[in-house]
């Protein structure tokens, strides 16, 4: 599948697969050369310098980056973020620091991966009643109790 990109700042980095079996293309900050900061607990968005152009019936998912996540604390704060087929202004990665030290973010550091995936639209019809289950209205945590 080919998917356009455009370069919004001459030095943004285009996504990049880190294995030929890569799910997701690594999306790069831009930060102007500047170091970016983060206090506990703080987020910030952060410019990747790219617009793409997801193709129609697919959607692009920000998932974070495991290295950068689970060593670092920093990860998307809305967990996984969804880029729209029809949206073309610039990919943002909004990260939290979910550690307890101040980290930082360097210009060109690898920040989040982006997934294109497909989805189905649904039409969502409104109704009296639905149909049974053998699980019914059990919620969270309600499968494999005995």
């Known amino acids: 599948m080919k998917v356009n990109f455009k370069k919004l ?6 996504p990049t697969y880190g ?3 890569a799910a997701g293309a690594d999306l790069y ?5 500047e170091r970016i900061l983060f206090e506990p607990g703080e987020t910030k968005m952060i410019h990747t310098g790219l617009a793409v152009e997801i193709p129609e019936g697919y959607a692009g ?11 670092r604390g920093l990860a998307p ?9 029809d949206y073309r ?11 307890s030290s101040v980290q930082e973010i360097a210009d060109g550091e ?9 989805f ?3 039409e969502f019809i409104e109704c009296d009643e639905l149909s049974d289950t053998v699980r019914g209205e059990g919620g969270f945590g309600s499968t494999g109790k005995k």
């Open 9 to 14: 700042d001459k030095n943004a980095h285009e």
């Open 19 to 21: 294995s030929q079996y």
């Open 29 to 33: 900050s831009l930060t102007g050369g």
């Open 61 to 71: 998912l920000v998932y974070a980056r495991s290295g950068i996540a689970t060593k």
């Open 77 to 85: 704060a809305n967990k996984v973020g969804v880029i729209d087929s």
């Open 89 to 99: 202004g610039e990919v943002m990665v909004s990260l939290h620091n979910h550690s």
């Open 110 to 118: 690898r920040i989040a991966q982006l997934v294109i995936a497909p």
């Open 120 to 122: 189905l639209s649904a």
